[in-house]
């Protein structure tokens, strides 16, 4: 009788760990299930396996390598491994390999940009406040959120304006970085407050003070200002906007260009 496990829609099978038995570590019994399993699994045409490893019953790796399986990815309290089970290529989905980052174009009434350096790593110039998305945060949300916790000040993204893709530096891993054009939401509450564990600095600077500045490395801010003020010139609100979209449970933002 093989492990119990859920089909999935594309003819494969998960295993949780924590719902087989043998979870008290009786390893030859569950080695000898595992082969059971995988013999009866790819009888039935099960093409691929993936097996939830949970921390207290961690003795499965073992198990599942010396099976050939490999590590498929790994977050606190379980690991994933998965084994294509087809004489073919293994069609079997990476982990995600790409982050999003959001930095914000902040102006003001006066027209001046809010720029930020960071208190360490490999870029300590001028820059666009700006950082990491969160888990289930929008593009815009994020804008928000790095600008407030960075520089002290509450703003509100209106659109995206361009973005930077390209290596992260992770092996295999991809970056996209989102510039969203932001005003602030109370324009007589915009003295800076640097953050102290991550801003070293901040302030409101001209365009004149901007374009008067050597720049090397970092995000090309200069082209990003042109792309901003040629927009401003077609038309106010011109640019990215996003607009939310539900299908049965899930909600995403789909962002159109005008």
């Not at 038995?21 to 080695?31: F, L, S």
């Not at 914000?104 to 990491?132: C, S, T």
Request: hydrophobic content about 35%.
């Amino acid at each position: 009788m093989a492990l119990p496990g859920t089909i999935d829609i594309f003819g494969g099978i998960t295993v949780d760990s924590s719902k087989v038995p043998y979870g008290n570590g009786d390893v030859k019994a569950a080695g000898k299930a595992l082969e059971e399993s995988l013999a009866k699994w790819k009888s039935d045409g099960v093409r691929g396996v993936w097996f939830h490893v949970s921390n207290s019953s961690c003795f499965w790796i073992q198990l599942l390598l010396n099976a050939g399986f490999d590590f498929h990815h790994a977050q606190p309290g379980y690991a994933m491994l998965t084994k294509w089970l087809p004489d073919t290529k293994s069609t079997l989905p990476r982990y995600p390999f790409t982050t999003i980052g959001v930095g914000g174009l902040v102006v003001n009434h006066d027209g001046k940009i809010l720029l930020m350096k960071e208190r360490r790593g490999p870029y300590l110039g001028w820059k666009f406040p700006g950082g990491a998305n969160d888990p289930n945060e929008s593009i815009y949300e994020t804008a928000e959120r790095e600008v407030l916790e960075e520089t002290g000040i509450e703003a509100k993204a209106t659109s995206i304006l361009s973005f930077r893709h390209g290596s992260r530096g992770f092996k295999d891993n991809m970056d996209i970085y989102f510039v969203c054009v932001m005003h602030p939401v109370d324009e007589s509450r915009i003295e800076p407050k640097p953050c102290p564990q991550e801003t070293a600095e901040c302030k409101w600077i001209s365009r004149d003070e901007i374009n008067a500045m050597e720049w090397s490395g970092g995000f090309p801010i200069l082209p990003v200002l042109e792309k901003y003020d040629q927009l401003r010139t077609l038309a106010p609100g011109r640019g990215c906007h996003g607009q939310t979209y539900s299908a049965g449970s899930r909600s995403f933002q789909v962002y159109h260009v005008n």
